[in-house]
Antibody, heavy 121, light 110 residues
């Protein structure tokens, strides 16, 4: 059974860097064709894909946010970390991590429950 | 503005068949599998359709997906009140090297 859970601060100040951790179980990021992605959703708005990391450490980023994003493996083998620099009010959103398989099209299949991050001074 | 275009709303009565469309272009829908998600209020998106027309186990066969050229569709037959939700399409975009989502369609069951 694949599960994912996001963790991190619920409140950050403008200009700060956000660090979120995705802790997962039921699969290994060392398995061929597997990846983990981050997606966010501002309140009342649409989903926005942010980044993904593949089993071979290849990475892709949303072109419009690429300069502010970094996705890496965590210190534990079952973790992926997303950092977003220079946070602003428009970055207030629920952040989701998700599992994907590249040969299925690299879109998420299993999602975490999400974590709401508010940017405010 | 989303790369994939969806109507902002759709509606139907119980038992009806409704179709939600998703319009893209050659680098995305025209070249890759399409995914569909259902999002109930306050919850994470749930996978409905993957690889354009396949249903995960547990998803009723009332839900079906298809694609023609650079457009994709999600059909829901035998509409039920619990189908009232937001629906999103998604696919990989070869030009952007990124996943792109539609803007979402809010389905109302009258």
């Amino acid at each position: 059974q694949i599960t994912l859970r996001e963790s991190g601060p619920s409140l950050v100040k403008p200009t700060q860097t956000l660090t979120l951790t995705c802790t997962f179980s039921g699969f290994s990021l060392n398995t061929n064709e597997v990846g983990v992605a981050w997606i966010r959703q501002p309140p009342g708005k649409a989903l926005e894909w942010l980044a993904l990391i593949y089993w071979d450490d290849d990475k892709n980023y949303n072109p419009s946010l690429k300069s502010r994003l970094s996705i890496t493996r965590g210190t534990s083998t079952n973790q992926v970390v997303l950092t977003v620099t220079n946070m602003g009010p428009v970055d207030t959103a629920t952040y989701y991590c998700a599992h994907l398989i590249i040969t299925h099209g690299s879109c998420p299949d299993y999602w975490g429950q999400g974590t709401l991050v508010t940017v405010s001074s | 503005q989303s790369v994939l275009t969806q109507s902002s709303s759709a509606s139907g009565t119980p038992g009806q068949r409704v179709t939600i469309s998703c319009s893209g272009s050659r680098p995305n829908i025209g070249s890759n599998f399409v995914y569909w998600y259902q999002q109930l209020p306050g919850t994470a998106p749930k996978l409905l359709i993957y690889r354009t027309d396949r249903r995960p186990s547990g998803v009723p066969d009332r839900f079906s997906g298809s694609k023609s050229g650079t457009s994709a569709s999600l059909a829901i037959s035998g509409l039920r009140s619990e189908d009232e939700a937001d629906y999103y399409c998604a696919t990989w975009d070869d030009s952007l090297s990124a996943v792109v989502f539609g803007g979402g369609t809010k389905l109302t069951v009258l």
